[in-house]
């Protein structure tokens, strides 16, 4: 067995809404190459914490981080001022709660991260997309129709392509905030077993609100409530031997 | 990374560039206006006095005033606002809360969107038609007042209906799960959420018609008017007379257009005096609808 | 309340404003004036619907007004008021218009130049090779009937493409702007802007002359100088009291207010007479339906007054 | 329970009469438009109508062609749009986009106060502030034209097209904008790639009503183009538009009936078709964003 | 033991939007005074289905009921045309799931069904508030401010204010969509606890996503899936020993 090398490590995460503070002095070690997954109940912060790797935060007005996210090997803070939100975003994409395809084609979707690069060479382009789609597990149902409009196509495909696009750009983490809540029975599996082979090659978080999800995806599992990580370690130990008794209380469905 | 790190590099300076462009297009308008309402005071700031307010037009540019014409311009609106209003809500709460969809209220929603469109010196013709020649009204205030009217109805409709659809449909459905018909529903709840729209609405209308010209020249009023209209108020019973409805009239862009027309370069000046009035008249009337669209905004959040 | 309804003549609208306010505040607001703009023409047409006391006119009344205040039975009783000059400008910067004739005027305006004549070396082949630019009146004004009948010698025939507008100060404004414009409009425009403007004397065929108050009150600015008018519908100088006050109010206090209003009053004798053939309710127009280019209006009054 | 169904019957009806009236004025418009306008056409053959390039209804020799108006019309348009299209485009992406929630608030509402000034204030503001101007840099131009008018209503419709761009693109859902900015876009690519062709059909909804309004302004051209039926595609010259010709003639009162009272209603009736054709297609492209979302 | 009488009886239930038919053939029996819960993946028409009870679809339009929902003892026909809906919403109550107040004040809200039934005298209005409030165990919290907007509340106790206004007005059958699910476990507890005592009055049909909930609160739950009805019984059972395959699959969390 391989070392756990530690990808990216939190300390003392605060973040506010405007005056409304959100996550409080969250620390936490997220391992290369493996699925972590948050849990808790609506609105404890899982898409605010998420959220803040890729400085998605700095879209809004009056959104305020303290504390460090440090990016590992290189040791940067990845939410410091001094570190342009844009070149953060290169290295951590993200695929959301609901699909957002681009209205453009199903190529040019998958293409615009790259072109966002400066890659505008047809051929190049053309490799990466057919990789990224086959990444995504996507390549066989779209190769034929990969000039048509990406609305046409049904929920699920949808967010395999935004898999995919997220995919094309190499991204050191992939960010996940709750992929099937929005999917039926036979997409989300499809996607489950997506990221499961995904973190071969890539650092995962996923949130996720499908406790049986969390067990089947992640190898570690954190729990949030109230803006606070309340319990976190290997995703097994939590599920069986949950040390919290708010842990105990959420995963056996007392609450949330 | 490095190749990255020039990419960004390069992806913002254009961002930044097109950041001035926008913020340059953005503040052409505001200047231009900046230039011509300074301009304005330029040339109209000397006529600025109370005088010029409670006087009557007269030859000698000097004693000129603008009584008749803001007093018959506050008329007008006035009957504008009491016909639009009322028909304009009730049609916008109408295709709102009451249109089922079907041929008919397409064609009023098309016909409305068409109207708002119309140029106003075809409400002009329209007038002309309609109400100077079939209606035999003459060129009276309710001509004048109808008229805008007309031009201002698609307005209200459309700010009706626009605040009534940010009413979110939760409270719709709250009202009638407790049994509520739908007039109960929009007495007790879409019409008051929704009025700080509407008056927000209502009142650019007014601005919008305040200034209008072209079709109050249509059905011809440009006319040396040195009296007031009738008093709605009468001594003799019943007390109200609506007399003034049929009493000729001027208004405040007619006063302005009339004088610039004069061989004298100091009604040059009085022009550009009523032309600051007039515009001070639409700043207040806008400043009002944002300040009720501030204030309704602050008090009801979904 | 009571009402006098003027209307008519863009070109007499100022001297009726003055009688307007004078009346009123003389009348301490009693009785209401109102004047319309609607141009010598609108203004017989309201007039012979019967919806107007009085029209203002910088012409006479047509033939065709005539018929139709006939087929309304509308009965009118014509009086001088005034006299105004039509001024012939030019820019400033225009160096080689030093005088025209009728006959340059003619060529210029008459329905055949429409298209033809283009630069101004097509008058007179002296004149250099510039494109030639008019300003004139609208075609509802009586100044466009007064000057297409002087010049032309059929009232409305003019050619089509010459910037119009009902608003003299606009023309006044075209001709400043422009190097190469020629235009015409009452005497009162050019008095008011009399530096940015170039006056041209006119002749007539007794050499060229500028209009100014003498020469269009003794006649020697012909044909380019007209007599303005009211026509008072004759019921109701009858039945409106307030309608013959007007009147009578405006002829005795005419020659101030004329001048007021910048325009040339007729001689005091005419208005005298104008004061009888009012009293007397004489209908009808001295002109017959046409204008009598170049005749003193005195003259006229006295030659009717003789005739009967 | 029966008085109850009665009563929200008879306001059911009283609110639908409302609605209906609108039915009722563009009836109006249309029945008095063709009414007075046929009486028209009866004299003037329609060919003669659309074909003529000569237009001088008033004077000794009447001539109906309607077609100098037309390019008239059609010429202070374009200038109007050549201004307002690309300056409320930009302005409604950097309100839309770049400006701060407080900035956009404040400029939104300030920015359609220039829709709010009188035209005819516009009006002598072309004649004798602009024009002028513009002289000194082109020599030809005349004191009236169809440039300094149609430059004045470009900026009088930007807040149109601002203000409509502007909801088209905000109308993109913010899940689509954050997965362009989640790939490390920049703003700008943003708006260009992904926004504009998303808004794309509310954004020419926006262009049609400013084409719309620039048919129908009127003082602002009967002011300052000139008056002059010109059958011209030459901007520096003096120009007239069918609604300057309407308030022309409307500033002489012609008697009703007359031949002259009726060709400022042959004009209302282009006029009116023209502008038909843009509401409508206006119309549709934004009934299409409204429901795309 | 009291017999369990049927309040209202679904047979062949069929449910479109347009053309899409969400509801497929559902028969269904709701137990008087009793709660029945409905589950389900997402999507699967719990709401739909829920919103056919106080005729919630006739407020738009291309909305078309098949099939009879039978209101006993009366044995009315509560979807069909020749009933007037508001007649049934008189009768049926409905919690929506995000707690939707009017902005009025508190004791506005909770008399708006009586005054939509033309009681206005103040005495009356008052004292049915009162017991209306008592009834959500609101009233302690806000008797002091009852003429306070209902938007200063916080969402738990919004939604139990939309309870009281629920009650207010004596409903035979109170549906609630998902309650719960925007609220925190201490406002869920309050409102499950709430739900437990009502059912002595009222018949309540609930719709959860939280298996739990449902195991807790209710006597009856029927599984749905894709629009129909795949399962139904007594609670206990349903969890315990499903027949089917799909609930135990769903209840197990290896879908939804
Ligand atoms: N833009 C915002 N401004 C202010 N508060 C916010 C904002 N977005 C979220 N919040 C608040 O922050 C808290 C955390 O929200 P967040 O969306 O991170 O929760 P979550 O755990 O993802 O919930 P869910 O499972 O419902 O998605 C909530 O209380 C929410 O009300
Ligand atoms: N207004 C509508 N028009 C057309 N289809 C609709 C409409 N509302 C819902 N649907 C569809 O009907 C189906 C059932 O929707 P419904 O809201 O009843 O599901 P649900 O079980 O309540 O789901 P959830 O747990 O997400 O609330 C879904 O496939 C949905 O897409
Ligand atoms: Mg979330
Ligand atoms: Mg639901």
Redesign the interface.
């Known amino acids: 067995m391989v070392k756990d090398n530690i990808k990216a490590e939190i300390r003392n995460l605060n973040f506010f809404y405007g005056t409304n503070h959100v996550l409080k002095n969250i620390n936490l070690s997220i391992i290369e190459k493996k699925v972590t997954s948050l849990i808790g ?3 404890c912060g899982k898409t605010t914490f998420l959220r803040c790797f ?1 400085r ?1 935060h700095d ?1 809004y ?1 009056h959104n305020r981080y303290e504390g460090e996210i440090i990016l590992l090997p290189e040791n940067i803070n990845i939410i410091s001022n001094q570190i ?1 939100p ?2 953060v ?2 290295r951590i ?2 695929v ?1 709660q ?1 699909p ?5 084609t199903i190529f040019e979707n998958v293409a ?2 790259m ?4 890659v505008n060479k047809k051929n190049v382009l053309s490799e990466i997309v057919e990789k990224s789609l086959k990444g995504a597990a996507l390549w066989d149902e779209v190769k034929d129709r990969i000039d048509k409009p990406a609305f046409d196509l049904s929920g699920g495909q949808q967010q395999r392509l ?1 898999i995919a ?2 995919l094309a ?1 190499n991204p050191e983490i992939l960010l996940f905030d709750e992929p099937t ?2 999917l ?2 036979i997409a ?2 499809k996607i489950e077993e997506l990221i499961v082979e995904l973190k071969n090659n890539v650092t995962i978080i996923i949130v996720t609100h ?4 969390a067990a089947r995806v992640s190898e570690y599992t954190a729990f949030m409530y109230l803006g606070e990580i309340i319990e976190y370690g290997k995703t097994e130990r939590i599920f069986t031997t949950p040390s919290e008794k708010l842990t105990e ?1 959420y995963i ?5 | 990374m490095e190749d ?2 020039k ?2 590099k ?3 300076s254009w961002n930044y560039f097109f950041l001035i462009i926008g913020l340059l297009s953005t503040f052409v308008g505001l200047f231009l206006l900046a230039v011509l309402f300074i301009d304005l005071i330029m040339d109209g700031h000397s006529r600025l006095t109370y005088k010029f307010l409670t006087s009557f037009p007269s030859r000698f540019p000097e004693k000129a005033g603008i009584l008749s014409a803001w007093v018959g311009s506050f008329l007008v609106l006035l009957v504008t606002a009491l016909s639009a209003i009322p028909i304009g809500v009730a049609a916008g709460i109408y295709l709102e809360e009451y249109a089922k969809k079907n041929w008919l209220t397409d064609i009023i929603e098309i016909n409305i969107a068409n109207l708002a469109g119309v140029p106003s010196i075809v409400y002009g013709l329209l007038a002309l038609g309609l109400f100077v020649y079939f209606f035999k009204f003459g060129e009276s205030i309710l001509t004048g007042g109808l008229t805008l009217a007309l031009l201002i109805l698609p307005m209200v409709i459309m700010a009706t209906r626009e605040s009534i659809r940010a009413i979110p449909n939760s409270i719709r459905e709250a009202s009638y799960a407790l049994g509520a018909t739908k007039w109960q529903t929009v007495q007790w709840h879409i019409f008051p959420y929704s009025l700080g729209g509407i008056l927000t609405g209502i009142i650019i209308g007014l601005s919008r018609a305040i200034g209008e010209t072209a079709p109050i020249i249509t059905v011809g009023a440009l006319t040396f008017i040195a009296f007031l209209p009738s008093s709605p108020i009468t001594s003799a019973f019943p007390f109200i007379s609506f007399e003034w409805l049929f009493d000729p009239f001027t208004v405040m862009p007619i006063q302005m257009f009339n004088w610039v027309s004069r061989p004298q370069k100091e009604f040059q000046i009085n022009a550009a005096a009523a032309g600051i009035i007039l515009m001070l008249m639409t700043l207040i009337m806008n400043g009002i609808a944002i300040h009720i669209r501030y204030k309704f905004r602050k008090k009801i959040k979904w | 309340g009571k009402i006098v309804e003027i209307d008519g003549s863009s070109t007499v609208y100022p001297i009726l404003e003055a009688v307007a306010e004078e009346f009123q505040k003389a009348k301490k607001g009693a009785i209401k004036v109102t004047v319309g703009i609607s141009g010598t023409g609108g203004g017989f047409k309201k007039f012979c619907r019967g919806e107007i006391d009085i029209s203002n006119a910088s012409r006479p009344i047509s033939k065709k007004e005539i018929d139709a205040c006939k087929e309304r039975k509308i009965e009118y009783i014509e009086l001088p008021v005034a006299y105004d000059g039509l001024a012939v400008v030019v820019n400033p910067k225009n160096t080689w218009v030093t005088s025209l004739t009728i006959a340059d005027l003619k060529k210029m305006w008459e329905p055949a130049a429409a298209g033809t004549i283009k630069t101004w070396n097509q008058i007179r082949p002296e004149w250099p090779n510039a494109p030639l630019k008019l300003f004139g009146p609208g075609a509802d004004s009586g100044t466009f009937d007064y000057f297409t009948e002087a010049v032309v010698g059929k009232a409305k025939s003019s050619r089509g493409d010459f910037t119009a507008s009902e608003d003299d100060n606009v023309l006044v404004q075209g001709v400043i702007q422009d190097k190469n414009a020629l235009g015409y409009m009452g005497l009162a425009y050019y008095e008011e802007n009399k530096g940015k403007l170039k006056l041209v004397p006119i002749d007539g065929g007794k050499g060229p002359i500028f209009p100014s108050e003498k020469t269009v009150m003794d006649g020697t600015y012909s044909p380019l100088s007209r007599p303005l008018f009211i026509y008072v519908n004759k019921d109701s100088a009858v039945k409106k009291p307030e309608v013959k006050e007007f009147v009578e109010f405006f002829l005795k206090n005419a020659p101030i207010l004329t001048k007021q209003a910048k325009y040339i009053p007729l001689p005091k004798t005419a208005y005298q007479l104008a004061q009888e053939r009012f009293t007397k309710l004489k209908t009808g127009s001295m002109f017959i339906g046409e204008e009598k280019i170049g005749m003193k209006i005195e003259d006229l009054l006295k030659l009717e007054q003789k005739s009967k | 329970m029966n008085t109850k169904k009665i009563k929200e019957r008879s306001i059911e009806s009283l609110l639908f009469v409302c609605a209906a009236s609108s039915i009722f004025v563009t009836l109006s418009i249309v029945i008095i438009l063709s009414f007075e306008s046929y009486g028209f056409f009866k004299e003037v053959p329609l060919f003669e109508f659309l074909t003529g390039t000569e237009w001088t209804p008033l004077f000794e020799n009447p001539k109906f062609g309607i077609l100098p108006l037309i390019a008239g019309t059609l010429l202070t348009t374009c200038t109007a749009l050549m201004v307002a299209l690309p300056l409320g485009l930009l302005a409604a992406i950097y309100l839309s986009e770049y400006a ?2 407080k900035l956009r608030e404040t400029i939104k509402p300030v920015l359609e106060l220039l829709a709010a000034v009188p035209t005819v204030v516009y009006g002598y503001f072309a004649l004798l502030f602009l024009t002028p101007i513009l002289q000194e840099f082109i020599i030809e131009l005349s004191g009236f034209n169809a440039l300094s008018p149609g430059i004045i209503i470009g900026v009088m419709i930007i807040p149109y097209v601002s203000s409509v761009s502007e909801d088209a693109m905000r109308a993109v ?1 913010m ?12 703003k700008l ?1 943003t708006s260009l ?2 926004i504009i ?2 808004a794309f059909s509310g954004i020419a909804a926006a262009f049609l009503i400013g084409i719309s309004r620039a048919v129908g302004e009127t003082m602002v051209v009967a002011i300052a183009a000139g008056m002059m039926p010109n059958f011209t595609i030459n901007p520096f010259e003096p120009v007239q538009t069918l609604t300057a010709y309407i308030v022309q003639v409307s500033l002489g009162d012609v008697p009703h009936g007359s031949l002259e009272y009726k060709t400022i209603f042959a004009a209302g009736v282009t006029l009116f078709l023209m502008t038909l054709i843009f509401n409508i297609i206006g119309f549709w492209l934004r009934k299409r964003i409204r429901e795309a979302y």
């Open positions: 109940p609506s609105g890729n998605m879209l007005p342009d844009i070149e975003r290169m994409s993200m959301f609901k957002n395809p681009f209205p453009k615009y991260g072109r966002v690069r400066g935004c696009r997220a750009t809540s929005a039926d029975p989300t599996s499908n406790m049986q999800q209380d056996t469905g007392r609450f949330g | 990255i790190k990419r960004i390069y992806n913002k | 701060p929630h859902p899940h689509i904008r954050e997965g362009s900015y989640a790939m490390g876009a920049t690519q790639k992904v062709p998303a």
